[in-house]
């Protein structure tokens, strides 16, 4: 997600509106990285992070609700993004606080974890760091 437009990912072919959960196959792996690269965010001035998460917390929650998801599933965030926020807002720290703190609240039931790629040279850095710091499994090693 770069900006305010939510776009929901399906392998090729899905068309139905249900709620789907997909494997993780080389296949769709395929699939969502050719998604990802045909994503343009050269026009983008603004992202919506708190209604990307919250609508991937809500599309969580019909998933396990539908009852296809095993047991043994877990979920995750991956947030794609520059996190940068509206650049000529005078409040930008207030702003961003108060982004983490909704997207805190909106994580509170389901403990997602979250792990925000900063895409960009210009990335926020410290904001995606902030996001991903307050949501279960910010402790995890990836080096190992």
């Given at each position: ?12 072919g ?7 959960a ?20 050269s026009q ?40 940068r ?39 926020n ?20």
């Amino acid at each position: 997600m770069y900006d305010k437009n939510i776009t929901e990912w399906k392998p090729e072919g899905i068309t139905s509106d249900s709620v789907e959960a997909y494997r993780c196959t080389n296949e769709t792996i395929a699939a969502a990285i050719e998604f990802i690269d045909s994503l343009d965010a050269s026009q983008v001035m603004e992202s919506d992070l708190v209604g990307g998460i919250s609508h991937a917390i809500d599309m969580d929650k019909r998933v396990w609700s539908s009852g296809i998801m095993p047991d043994n599933a877990l979920t995750t965030i991956v947030l794609l993004t520059d996190g940068r926020m509206d650049q000529l807002d005078i409040n930008k720290q207030k702003k961003e606080k108060e982004v983490i703190q909704a997207i805190k609240q909106a994580n509170k039931g389901e403990q997602i974890p979250i792990f925000a790629l900063g895409v960009g040279f210009d990335a926020n850095m410290d904001l995606l760091k902030d996001i991903s710091d307050r949501t279960p499994g910010s402790n995890l090693d990836l080096q190992k």
